[in-house]
C-alpha cells in the first residue's frame, strides 16, 4: 500500500528524500538520492541521513515479520560509516534484513550501497516487540 502510493509517506521520509521501495517478510528497501541539501559543514552528506536510511530499512525489516496489533520500538541502533556519500553518489539503497526474531525481540542488519553494489555503510538493530495477544 505504502509503495503503491495508497498510503501518504511518514514526514520524515519526506524531509529526508527517500522511499520504500520494496517490502517482503523479513526484508524492507528504502531508496534515495543524497543531495546537497544533506550535507554537513565538511561538505559530504550528514551522517543521520545514512542513519535514518538504515533505521527504516531495519524498523520497517522487523515490522514486516509481525502479526497485526503487534508493535515494537528500536532499543539499540549502531552504524559503522565506509564510506562518505555525495550528490555525486547516485541513488543509493538502505537494505534491512531481519537475523533472529522471537516473542519479545528482532535483530535486524542494514546496508547502504550504491548503483553499483558499494558499501558505504553497515548497522544493526535490536528492537523490543510487544505482542498484541
Do not use: W
Amino acid at each position: 500500500m505504502a509503495i503503491a502510493g495508497e498510503l501518504p509517506p511518514p514526514p520524515m521520509a519526506m524531509l529526508m528524500d527517500i522511499r520504500l521501495t520494496q517490502i517482503e517478510k523479513g526484508k524492507a528497501t528504502f531508496t534515495g538520492t543524497p543531495q546537497e541539501f544533506h550535507y554537513n559543514p565538511l561538505g559530504t552528506v550528514h551522517g543521520g541521513y545514512g542513519a535514518t536510511l538504515l533505521a527504516s530499512a531495519t524498523g520497517c525489516a522487523v515490522h514486516s515479520t509481525l502479526d497485526p496489533g503487534d508493535i515494537y520500538t528500536t532499543l539499540e541502533f549502531k552504524i559503522n560509516f565506509m564510506r562518505a556519500l555525495t550528490h555525486e553518489t547516485g541513488i543509493v539503497q538502505g537494505i534491512g534484513t531481519v537475523i533472529s526474531a522471537t516473542r519479545t525481540t528482532a535483530v535486524a542488519e542494514g546496508r547502504i550501497v550504491d548503483g553499483e553494489g558499494k558499501l558505504y555503510a553497515f548497522a544493526t538493530t535490536t528492537c523490543v516487540i510487544r505482542r498484541a495477544q
